[in-house]
C-alpha cells in the first residue's frame, strides 16, 4: 500500500471528522437557537396554567407535575427541532467554515473535490465559534424556575363567592308590614302571599345583585307601591268609620249638605276599598258593605261601637305603620274634619252675618303673589352693547367698526411761484433708499457717493 | 488529453519562471515587492494594468523590465492630447504595387506585445477608444479590415494623478477593460538610499530574459486550469454584487458597481495569484487580496458620496468586511470567536 495515500485517507477522515464536529455544533446552536424562545413562551403559560389550578383548589406537586413538564419539554425540542432544520448546515459547508477559520486557502475544499492533497492536521483544530452560554442556559433555567415558582409558590386559594350576608332592608319592612295586615285581618292571606311573591322574586336574584342599582330601585318602588296601598286603605278605613260614627253619633247636628257630604265620603271610601290593589279582607269588607248609612239606627249603640272600634284599630294599626321609619308622610286627623263640618253647621245656617270660608276643601290665606311686592322685571329697558367678533357670519349692513381718522390733507403752502425757484426739494429718492435697500445696498450707495 | 484542471507537475513547473521573473523585476523596482506581484499577477492573468503616481516612481522602468524579462516586443506611446486614433492603431498608406495605386496598412505601435501607454489620460477619448477593441478583442479594425494583434498582447498605461489639467478621465468603458488599478507609492527612505546607490541617472538597469515566450504562455495556459471552487466563485460573485447600490450596506453612495467582467477578472486574477503561491486551487484569500486593485476602479461613487470623502478604495474595504465568505448565518447561540 502506498504511505501516502494512506497518509492522505488519514487526513480525510481527520478533516471530515472535524467538520462533522463543527456541523453538529453549529446544527445543535441552530435547534437551540429555535427551541430557546418556545420554551420561555412555555415557561411563562405553564407557569399561569399551574399558578391557576393550584389557585383553584388542585393539588399539584412534582410528581404530578413533572411527566407533563418532561412531555412539553420534549414536544418543544421536537418542533425547534423542525423548525431548525432549513438552517442546519452540511459537512462541506462545515469544512469551508474550518479552512477560513484556519486560513487553509480552501485546500479542504479543494482536496475534497479531489483537486488537491489534503492538508496536514493542525495542532489545534478551532472552527471559531464560541457557545454563547448565557443564550443557551437562559430560557432553560427560565423554563425550570417558572414551572417551580409555579408549584411551590404559595397561593391563596379561591373561596366561594358568598352573597351579602345582609338583603336590603326594604324587603324585611315590606315583610313585617303584610306581616302586620295579615295579623290584623286587614289582607288575606293570598293577598299576603301575593306580595311576598314579588318580594321573593327579588330575593331570588344572585345574591351579588341585590345591591345592584337595578335591584335597589325595583324594591324601593315595590315598597313604596305597598306603601301607598296601606296609606290608601288606612284613609278609606278612616273616612268610613269616621263617616259612620258621624252619622249616628252627630246627626241632629249635622246639616243636610253635611251629611250628604258624609254619605259621598263613606260610599267613595268603600268603593276604593273594593277597589284597592291591596284587597282587603273580604270579612271586613262584607262587614262594611252590609251597612246602610242612611239607616244605622237599626244599629244598637254596641254594634256601632264595635264595628267602629274595629275599623279604627285597623285604621289605626295601618296608620300606626305609617308612622315606621322610611314611611311616606304623614297621616290626616280626622277629628279636624268633623269640628269643621260641625262647626261650618253653626256658621253657615245661623244668622249669617258673614260669607263663610268656602268649602271644606278650601283652606284659609291669600292667593300667592297676588299681594306681593315683588314685581316682575323682564329687563326691557336694558341696552346691551352686541359685538360680533366672527365677520364670517356678519350680516349685510352690520357695522364692524368705527374709529376716529382724518383725512391725509397736504398742508403744504400751494400758490402762484416764480419760475425756476423750488420750495419743496422732496424727500422721494430719499425715502425711497433709506426704506426699501437692504443695509449692504445702503452701503454702498453711501460709499459711491461720499 | 489535457485535464481540465492544472496537475501538481504543471503548477510546480510555472514556479520556477515566476520566481525568476520576481526576482527580475524587484531588482528593477525596489520596495515594491507587492506591485511588483500585482504586476506579474496581471500578466500572467492576461489583463491589461493601469498603472497610477508621481512621476520619478519607476512605472515606466517597470514596464520596461517587464517586457525585458519576457523577451516580448514592447512599443511605448507618449499619448498627448494631439494624438490622433490612427497614430495608435496604424493608418493605411496609399502605395504603388505592381504599378497599381492601393491602399496598404501601416500598423501602429498597438502592434506589439507589450504596449506602454504612457500618460494614457492625457490623449483624447477618441484616442483612448480606439484602444478599445484592441484591449478586450485583441485585434483592430481599419477601414473595414481587422487586423489581429499579436499573442500575448498587454497594455501597461500610466496615468498621472496630478496635473490634471488638459487631461481626459479614461472613460467607464475603457476601464473597466484594465484587470487592475495599480496605485505606485512613493519608496521609503531605505529604499531611497539603495536606489541611490544601485542606480545612475540616465542609465537603464539591465535587466536579463527569464522567460522564453513560449514558457511564458505556457505559464499563463496553466493559471487559466487552475481549480476554482465553486463556495470561492460564489463568494466572487456576492463580492461582486454587493458593490451595487442597494445590494450591501457598504454600497451607499455607489452610483454604479462593477460588472460581470469585474467578477471575470477577480475569478482569473485569483487563479494566476494561487498559481504564483504554488497552489493547485484559487481560494477566499486570493480573492480578498485582489478585489481592492481589480474593483476599486470599477466603483463609481455618487457627487454627494465623493463630497462626503468616500472613496471607492474604502467602499471595497467595507464590502469585504461586511461579506461572508459563506453565505451562512450564525445561529444565536454561537459567537465568532474574538
Known sequence: ?450 | MTDAYASDSEIQSASLPVDALRRALNEVLFGQSELIELMLCGVIARGHVLLEGLPGLGKTELVKGLSKALNLTTRRVQFTPDLLPGDITGNPVLQEVDGKREFVFQPGPVFTNLLLADEINRASPKTQSALLEAMQERRVTVLGQTHVLPDPFFVLATQNPIELEGTYPLPEAQVDRFLFKLEVLRNSAATLAKIVTQRELGVEPQVASVVTREAFAQIQATARRIFLPEIVADYIARIVDATHPGQSQASQGVRFGASPRAALSLAAASKARALMNGRPNASFEDVQALALPVLNHRVLLDYTARMDGKTSVGVVRAILAEVPVQNLATPRTLKEAA
Open chain 1, 1 to 450: 500500500m502506498n504511505p501516502g495515500m494512506t497518509d492522505q485517507a488519514q487526513l480525510s477522515t481527520a478533516w471530515l471528522r472535524q467538520a462533522c464536529h463543527t456541523r453538529r455544533k453549529v446544527n445543535v446552536g441552530w435547534w437551540l437557537a429555535r427551541a430557546m424562545p418556545l420554551l420561555v413562551v412555555a415557561g411563562v403559560l405553564g407557569f399561569a396554567v399551574i399558578f391557576v389550578l393550584r389557585s383553584r383548589g388542585m393539588e399539584l406537586g412534582w410528581s404530578q407535575v413533572w411527566p407533563w413538564v418532561a412531555s412539553v419539554f420534549a414536544a418543544l425540542m421536537l418542533t425547534g427541532w423542525l423548525l431548525a432544520r432549513r438552517q442546519f448546515i452540511s459537512s462541506s459547508q462545515a469544512l469551508v467554515r474550518l479552512e477560513s477559520e484556519l486560513q487553509l486557502h480552501n485546500a479542504l475544499t479543494t482536496a475534497a473535490a479531489s483537486r488537491g492533497v489534503w492538508p496536514a492536521l493542525v495542532a489545534k483544530v478551532d472552527d471559531g465559534w464560541r457557545w454563547r452560554w448565557r443564550a443557551v442556559g437562559g430560557p432553560v433555567i427560565s423554563f425550570a424556575a417558572s414551572l417551580a415558582l409555579a408549584v411551590w409558590l404559595p397561593v391563596a386559594q379561591d373561596v366561594e363567592a358568598k352573597g351579602p350576608t345582609v338583603e336590603p332592608q326594604a324587603w324585611a319592612q315590606m315583610e313585617d308590614w303584610l306581616e302586620k295586615l295579615k295579623e290584623d285581618k286587614i289582607v288575606t292571606e293570598e293577598e299576603k302571599e301575593e306580595q311576598l311573591a314579588k318580594i321573593a322574586e327579588l330575593r331570588n336574584q344572585p345574591p351579588e345583585k341585590w345591591f345592584s342599582h337595578e335591584s335597589l330601585n325595583a324594591g324601593d318602588t315595590l315598597k313604596e307601591q305597598l306603601q301607598r296601598d296601606i296609606k290608601q286603605m288606612a284613609q278609606n278605613l278612616s273616612t268610613a268609620e269616621r263617616s259612620l260614627n258621624a252619622l249616628k253619633n252627630y246627626a241632629d247636628q249635622l246639616s243636610v249638605e253635611a251629611k250628604e257630604q258624609l254619605l259621598k265620603d263613606f260610599d267613595q271610601a268603600l268603593a276604593d276599598m273594593k277597589s284597592s290593589a291591596l284587597e282587603l279582607d273580604p270579612e271586613l269588607l262584607k262587614s262594611i258593605a252590609a251597612l246602610d248609612p242612611k239607616n244605622l239606627k237599626g244599629l244598637t249603640q254596641e254594634q256601632m261601637k264595635q264595628l267602629s272600634e274595629s275599623m279604627k284599630k285597623k285604621a289605626g294599626s295601618c296608620n300606626g305603620m305609617c308612622k315606621n321609619p322610611g314611611f311616606l308622610g304623614d297621616g290626616e286627623g280626622e277629628d279636624d274634619e268633623l269640628a269643621d263640618l260641625l262647626k261650618k253647621n253653626g256658621q253657615g245656617q245661623g244668622d249669617g252675618e258673614g260669607p263663610g270660608n268656602g268649602g271644606i276643601t278650601r283652606g284659609p290665606g291669600t292667593a300667592p303673589l297676588t299681594l306681593s311686592d315683588e314685581e316682575n322685571n323682564f329687563g326691557t329697558n336694558k341696552n346691551e352693547a352686541v359685538s360680533n367678533t366672527d365677520l364670517s357670519r356678519a350680516q349685510v349692513g352690520d357695522m364692524l367698526a368705527l374709529q376716529n381718522g382724518r383725512h391725509g390733507v397736504d398742508k403744504s403752502a400751494k400758490g402762484p411761484q416764480a419760475a425756476g425757484v423750488v420750495q419743496d426739494a422732496g424727500q422721494g429718492g430719499e425715502q425711497v433708499w433709506r426704506e426699501s435697500l437692504t443695509p449692504e445696498e445702503k452701503a454702498v450707495l453711501k460709499r459711491v457717493f461720499r
